[in-house]
């Protein structure tokens, strides 16, 4: 799912001086109270908190009560979910008019009939309302499913989320994630059937020029995909070194952009 991330924070924890033989207990209850609200400084609400260091030594503050100042190192989960990002929830309520959906446990998450593209119709199936899709009789979203849905705004004070449902990669995850396996299982069926079909040919003794071209297109498109997850990983570089089964390949952005002209004619 979208929209978690991780964020290493340098704190400074006031303590009331009562607390001073309690320190690591009062900097938890003191760090417990960020846990489920929105943070503008870490932009994200704060789901859960780890301590990785604790400084020994605290700055006093002076005053009529000596508040003390201790700092610690945090890494925070939080969730900042953006428009356009994907999240998952679970269906809670439906209607003709929505579909309530809860996030993570603790946000809710409304989809107005106007974001739910017209491949869901309405109906009442054995008694309990249910969204069913009119192009797969098998992809349901009842009370109790599981959706991928795309995040159209989010409201930070009250941790409510505005989704919709009209783009094709977002319904019930397990039937994306069950006819995403089965769409790529029959391409590669597709794909060893037609290099086999041309690898016969070639012992016929008639080579195939179109086996050729399509091999190339094959590891090409390969060699892509693969440096485009390294360049995720590594923006800002100019050149990424890429290993593969058969050999290492270093490619520049230029001849990355002149293998995906070649991928695509």
Same mark, same amino acid.
């Given at each position: 799912?979208?929209?978690?991330?991780?964020?290493?924070?340098?704190?400074?924890?006031?303590?009331?001086?009562?607390?001073?033989?309690?320190?690591?207990?009062?900097?938890?209850?003191?760090?417990?109270?960020?846990?489920?609200?929105?943070?503008?400084?870490?932009?994200?609400?704060?789901?859960?908190?780890?301590? $990785?260091?604790?400084? +020994?030594?605290?700055? *006093?503050?002076? /005053?009529?009560?000596?508040? !003390?100042? %201790? &700092?610690?190192?945090?890494?925070?989960?939080?969730?900042?979910?953006?428009?356009?990002?994907?999240?998952?929830?679970?269906?809670?309520?439906?209607?003709?008019?929505?579909?309530?959906?809860?996030?993570?446990?603790?946000?809710?998450?409304?989809?107005?009939?106007?974001?739910?593209?017209?491949?869901?119709?309405?109906?009442?199936?054995?008694?309990?309302?249910?969204?069913? $899709?009119?192009?797969? +009789?098998?992809?349901? *979203?009842?009370? /109790?499913?599981?959706?991928? !849905?795309? %995040? &159209?705004?989010?409201?930070?004070?009250?941790?409510?989320?505005?989704?919709?449902?009209?783009?094709?990669?977002?319904?019930?995850?397990?039937?994306?994630?069950?006819?995403?396996?089965?769409?790529?299982?029959?391409?590669?069926?597709?794909?060893?059937?037609?290099?086999?079909?041309?690898?016969?040919?070639?012992?016929?003794?008639?080579?195939?020029?179109?086996?050729?071209?399509?091999?190339?297109?094959?590891?090409?498109?390969?060699?892509?995909?693969?440096?485009?997850?390294?360049?995720?990983?590594?923006?800002?570089?100019?050149?990424?070194?890429?290993?593969?089964?058969?050999?290492?390949?270093?490619?520049?952005?230029?001849?990355?952009?002149?293998?995906?002209?070649?991928?695509?004619?």
């Amino acid at each position: 799912m979208e929209g978690l991330k991780v964020s290493k924070a340098n704190l400074v924890v006031y303590i009331h001086p009562s607390k001073s033989k309690q320190v690591s207990k009062a900097v938890l209850r003191e760090l417990s109270s960020l846990l489920f609200t929105f943070n503008e400084t870490f932009d994200g609400v704060v789901l859960a908190y780890d301590v $990785s260091s604790l400084d +020994k030594c605290a700055k *006093i503050l002076p /005053g009529v009560h000596p508040y !003390f100042g %201790v &700092k610690l190192k945090v890494n925070l989960l939080l969730l900042s979910p953006k428009p356009d990002m994907l999240l998952e929830g679970k269906v809670v309520k439906l209607t003709q008019e929505s579909i309530h959906v809860v996030v993570l446990g603790f946000s809710s998450a409304i989809i107005a009939e106007k974001d739910i593209r017209e491949e869901f119709v309405f109906k009442t199936k054995r008694g309990q309302d249910v969204y069913a $899709s009119r192009s797969h +009789k098998h992809h349901v *979203i009842k009370v /109790g499913t599981m959706i991928r !849905f795309l %995040v &159209k705004s989010f409201d930070e004070e009250i941790l409510h989320l505005y989704g919709s449902l009209a783009p094709d990669h977002t319904g019930s995850i397990y039937w994306l994630d069950k006819n995403l396996e089965v769409a790529s299982h029959s391409d590669r069926s597709a794909k060893r059937k037609l290099e086999g079909e041309q690898d016969q040919d070639a012992v016929n003794g008639e080579p195939s020029t179109l086996g050729t071209v399509q091999k190339l297109k094959n590891k090409l498109a390969t060699i892509a995909e693969y440096v485009t997850i390294v360049f995720r990983m590594s923006i800002g570089k100019a050149n990424w070194h890429v290993f593969l089964g058969e050999g290492n390949f270093s490619l520049s952005i230029s001849e990355l952009k002149g293998f995906s002209k070649l991928l695509y004619t």
